[in-house]
């Protein structure tokens, strides 16, 4: 079956650093994309991993490992703006979604 | 600049008005697609189309219906729409439908089925 699993919420620091895990099990496998997706709004891409290892990219990375069906985004320095919802999303065909991890940046 | 529009941003209908909502793209792409989000759900595909004249169902087509006779555009039609489709509707599109390619989403349609 198709599945995607990651925290529903999670809750930091300004100016902290966080890390948002995300496991899968899907078939036709091909690259996992971060998105964000503020309250009432539209997702937006963040990043797409379809090797191994991190990708950085300003203040996120994005990791993947496919042995292990595991990814995880990392935010640095966290500001009051990237309280928002990161949906991790499977690069099946259909795209397979995960239900996302609501984050709250508290001061 | 390139987008996705979506019409109406809100909408609040009755049970068994037909309702369309509109989505239009800018950027020639070839793969449109509707998505649903529910609380707990995350967002489910409705409906697909992978260029003018084909469109697929998706996870939850019942209840809905679309139509792709131009490229840029992408409508979404509730015949008789239902309480239980009240829900944030996206419309999203991509170039070729690739499963590596980024999707690019429409603000979103919220939609109240009294």
């Known amino acids: 079956g198709q599945n995607i699993d990651q925290p529903t919420e999670m809750t930091a620091t300004e100016g902290a650093i966080v890390q948002i895990n995300c496991t899968y099990q899907?078939?036709?496998?091909?690259?996992l994309f971060w998105y964000q997706q503020h309250a009432g709004e539209a997702p937006t891409f963040l990043s797409y991993?379809?090797?191994?290892g991190l990708e950085e990219k300003g203040r996120f990375s994005s990791f993947l490992s496919r042995s292990k069906g595991y990814s995880y985004l990392l935010l640095k320095e966290l500001q009051m703006k990237d309280s928002a919802s990161y949906l991790c999303v499977s690069g099946n065909t259909p795209l397979v979604f995960g239900k996302g991890t609501r984050l709250s940046v508290i001061a | 600049e390139a987008q996705v529009t979506q019409n109406p941003r809100y909408l609040i209908t009755v049970t068994g008005k037909k309702l369309t909502v509109t989505c239009s793209q800018n950027?020639?792409?070839?793969?449109m697609s509707w998505y649903r989000q529910d609380p707990g759900l995350g967002l489910r595909q409705i409906y697909y189309s992978m260029n003018v004249e084909v469109t697929d169902k998706g996870d939850v087509p019942e209840g809905y219906k679309v139509s792709r006779k131009e490229k840029r555009n992408f409508p979404l039609i509730l015949e008789s729409p239902s309480p239980n489709q009240t829900s944030l509707y996206f419309c999203a599109s991509s170039l070729t439908g690739f499963s590596n390619e980024k999707l690019f989403f429409g603000s979103g349609t919220q939609l109240s089925v009294l």
């Open positions: 991993n379809v090797l191994d």
């Open positions: 899907t078939s036709g496998f091909n690259g």
């Open positions: 950027m020639n792409h070839e793969y």
